[in-house]
């Protein structure tokens, strides 16, 4: 007399079958995290090269007989910090009375560990002091 066979899974095909699932659960959790956290980073940067362009805004709009070197700091609610600098630009000798300036802005944001930074220069004339 033969027995007949018994269908279904086995106790190890269950648990192999659980393991991978747990696996590709926790790589998919991950990968969402990390997805997460990219885009508060990219929003970081996007709200620091706004306020950027908003200093640099500032100093292109400055007259060109009140444009003179100089370097000013502050802060933004205090989360992001700014510093904007105006220099000569090197090796320009200030021809017929018009000189060219370095315009740039930094605006930097979190703490010491992951400190970031957005950069911003450009070039402008303005006369002789």
């Known amino acids: 007399m033969s027995r007949p066979r018994q269908r279904g899974f086995s106790l190890i095909e269950v648990l192999v079958a659980f393991a991978i699932l747990?696996?590709?659960?926790?790589?998919?959790?991950s990968l969402f995290a990390t997805g997460l956290r990219n885009t508060a980073v990219a929003g970081e940067y996007g709200v620091a090269l706004a306020l950027a362009e908003s200093k640099m805004a500032v100093l292109q709009g400055m007259d060109a007989a009140r444009l003179e070197p100089q370097l000013q700091e502050g802060s933004f609610d205090g989360a992001y910090h700014w510093r904007s600098e105006?220099?000569?630009a090197a090796g320009d000798s200030g021809v017929a009375?018009?000189?060219?300036y370095v315009l740039a802005v930094r605006?930097?944001?979190?703490?010491?560990?992951?400190?970031?930074?957005?950069?911003?220069?450009?070039?402008?004339l303005g006369r002789l002091p």
């Open 107 to 124: 605006v930097s944001w979190g703490g010491t560990a992951r400190s970031r930074s957005v950069d911003l220069s450009t070039l402008r």
């Open 22 to 29: 747990a696996l590709a659960v926790s790589v998919i959790f």
């Open 97 to 100: 009375g018009v000189a060219l």
């Open 86 to 88: 105006v220099r000569p």
